[in-house]
């Protein structure tokens, strides 16, 4: 813990990132408002909220650094460690439940040999489930970092697990 | 959601209506300024800076839209309730959808983003608002990207910024990401959230149209609601209402999910029945199975069973209520005869726990409680005297908790008692399911 504290102190937004977020600052009335895009563009950049960019946001937002703090762990989306480069979510909410969720998730544990919120060894693959994620019309689905995939069989998770498992850039994004 | 999801429905040609607030099912390319504006997108706009900003309220008033995101308020009267005070006042669109069953708005906002744009850029001049925000659900990232690009091509054409159609008119839009918290779709957490805080639910009053963003006047309102406002101002407030039933008037974009043959989103007149919904329009039940019952209007609200009154009720806010539910988000949820009831509820109520916001006691710890409760229950554990346990801490939560969300939460195990207690106690004394796949195994000791 004490190692990843420094390391994650050590880093530093890019350039593009600090003027991103302080365009998104110049949208609203009040500074503290860009707080949540701009903790998305931190992520975006180390599909983590490090220690270091946090302390950033805090300057460029003018706000405390426990504002930021408060936020990074009220929000389920942000992660605060780093998680494999892609991020599966299973939904396991009602309507995903109905049509076979909790046996996608069996069977991704077992395919990849992880319990939730497990990370394989190689960094590529974290597993977790997500609450609903407003498309049971298309149940089960899942996510792949932030991108949606809609009725999903055993048989389509075996293929996407497989992708995900050698995979550069996220196969699934979507313009 | 994406198109291709959702094929063009064959229904219809079984309902003589056409799509409008799914119009982009019938055109290819809808999410571009030039294929809207070429089907009589921002006509609605035009028609409302010809008219006094009044006169606009008056109009959707007169239209009788009411709210889409679960109470079904006027639309038009929680406009009117905007103070006439100099200075700063706000709209803020709530596209934060996150209640189980319900997945109409991200539909809407991945393939008809300029519908919703001009339906808020109306409601601005309306309330005399210059910055409106749409505050979209964080996991709806491709959602965010294609109205972020919406945002700029009417930007560029001049519909968004100063003097807008040169009619005086200035208004800025701002795309607001949400993060991962269903509390945020409570109004007064998703102000809280806008303004880079947690989103915990405020204390009431000042309501938001006195006191809302900023301490601004605010109108606030779900994505679905604002994007019917283009067609009310294009069409006219009597065309509208002459969709719907007397006090619900208008169409609306139905969730049909669950065990159904065709689940997915369906655009009706308001009023339309159930039997229709789940029979007609959604194939009926999968795989030849019987309905034991269904949840009428997301997760937060009583299931129903499907008798044939209940089948044939009008879809809309009073004839649901009349049956003892709700019309909530219209996320319509169906749960066939092989379902064991005492799992699906675990399953909904367990949305609760994870979804409280944690800022008063009843609702963070009584979630728990119902969860583990209902979870030694489910797997085979539970004692007698349990269902009552359950129903005490059901009883400490609901009323008791500072905002709806904990109201909701003993919801989905009180309404399925009332239709299914024997399941529940069958649970208890035989320590398995009376129905389902898991009907006569031992429960105890499995894990889930
Ligand atoms: C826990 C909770 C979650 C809610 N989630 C949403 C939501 O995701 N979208 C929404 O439009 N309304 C949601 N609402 C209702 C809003 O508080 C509010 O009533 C609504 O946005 C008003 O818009 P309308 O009048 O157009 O329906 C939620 C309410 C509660 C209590
Ligand atoms: S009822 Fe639940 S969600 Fe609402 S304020 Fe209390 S803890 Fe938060
Ligand atoms: S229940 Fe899985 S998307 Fe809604």
């Known amino acids: ?94 309507s995903c439940y109905l049509r076979g969720s909790d046996e996608l998730l069996e069977q991704a544990q077992t395919k990849l040999g992880l319990s939730l919120n497990q990370t394989t060894s190689d960094g590529q693959i974290t597993l977790a489930k997500i609450e609903c994620l407003a498309a049971c019309g298309a149940a089960p689905c899942l996510q792949v970092n932030d991108e949606y995939l809609y009725n999903v069989t055993g048989e389509h998770l075996n293929e996407i697990l497989d992708n995900l498992k050698t995979a550069k850039e996220n196969p699934y994004y979507v313009e | 959601m994406q198109e291709q999801i959702y094929p063009p429905p064959p229904y219809l040609e079984k309902v003589p209506f056409e799509y409008q607030l799914l ?33 606009v309220v008056t109009e959707v008033k007169t239209s009788g839209l009411r709210g889409r995101g679960g109470a079904g308020f006027p639309a038009g009267m929680k406009w009117s309730f905007i103070p006439k005070v100099p200075g700063p006042k706000y709209v803020c669109c709530n596209t934060d959808e996150s209640e189980p069953g319900t997945f109409k708005d991200h539909e809407v906002v991945e393939n008809n983003p300029h519908q919703l744009i001009e339906g808020v850029l109306i409601t601005c001049y309306a309330i005399g608002a210059e910055h409106g925000f749409i505050y ?110 007397e006090k619900t008037k208008g169409f609306r974009v139905y969730c049909l999910s669950g065990h159904v043959e065709r689940p997915g989103n369906y655009e009706l007149p308001c009023g339309t029945t159930f039997r229709e919904l789940i029979y007609g329009l959604g194939g009926g039940v999968w795989k030849g199975r019987n309905l034991k019952c269904f949840i009428p209007g997301g997760s937060s609200t009583p299931m129903l069973a499907p008798t044939d009154e209940v089948l044939d009720t009008p879809m809309d806010f009073e004839g649901i209520a009349a049956r003892g539910s ?104 035989h320590k398995t399911c009376l129905v389902g796949p898991k009907a006569g195994k031992a429960l105890v000791g499995a894990h889930s």
């Open chain 2, 23 to 55: 119009k982009h099912r019938a055109i290819p390319g809808f999410a571009r300024l030039e294929v809207y504006r070429a089907n009589g997108g921002y006509k609605g706009l035009e028609r409302a800076l010809n008219m006094s900003p009044d006169e």
């Open chain 2, 136 to 245: 979209v659900r964080g996991e709806f990232a491709r959602g965010i990207r294609v109205i972020r690009r919406a945002v700029e091509e009417a930007k560029a054409a001049g519909l968004i910024g100063e003097n807008i159609m040169g009619k005086g008119f200035n208004c800025q839009i701002t795309i607001h990401p949400g993060a991962g918290a269903y509390i945020c779709g409570e109004e007064s957490a998703l102000l809280e959230s806008l303004e880079g805080k947690r989103g915990f639910p405020r204390l009431r009053p000042p309501f938001p149209a006195v006191a809302g963003l900023y301490a601004r006047p605010t109108v606030i309102n779900n994505c679905e609601t604002l994007s019917n406002v283009p067609h009310i101002m294009r069409e006219g407030a009597a065309w509208y209402s002459s969709f719907g039933t």
């Open chain 1, 1 to 94: 813990m004490d190692k990843l504290e420094t390391r994650t102190q050590e880093l530093e937004l890019s350039q593009a990132g600090r003027e991103q977020i302080l365009a998104l600052k110049r949208e609203y009335p009040s500074s503290r408002s860009a707080m949540l895009p701009a903790l998305h563009v931190v992520q975006g950049e180390f599909g983590f909220i490090p220690a270091g960019p946090m302390v950033e946001v805090a300057e460029i937002l003018e706000v405390l650094q426990g504002e930021v703090e408060q936020v990074v762990t009220f929000y389920r989306m942000y992660n605060q460690l780093p998680v494999g480069r892609f991020h599966v979510k299973i939904c396991d909410s009602i």
């Open chain 2, 326 to 429: 709700m019309q909530g988000s219209a996320g319509v949820v169906i749960l066939d005869d092989q379902t064991c009831i005492v799992g699906a509820v675990l399953r909904l109520v367990e949305f609760y726990k994870e979804e409280s916001c944690g800022k008063c006691t009843p609702c963070r710890e009584g979630t728990q409680w119902l969860v583990q409760l209902l979870h030694r229950l489910e797997h085979g554990e539970g004692r007698p005297g349990d269902l009552e346990l359950i129903q005490d801490v059901g009883g400490n939560i609901a009323g008791k908790s500072f905002c709806l969300l904990g109201d909701s939460a003993p919801v989905p195990y009180t309404s399925a008692l009332k239709l299914f207690r024997e399941e529940f106690e069958y649970h208890i004394t």
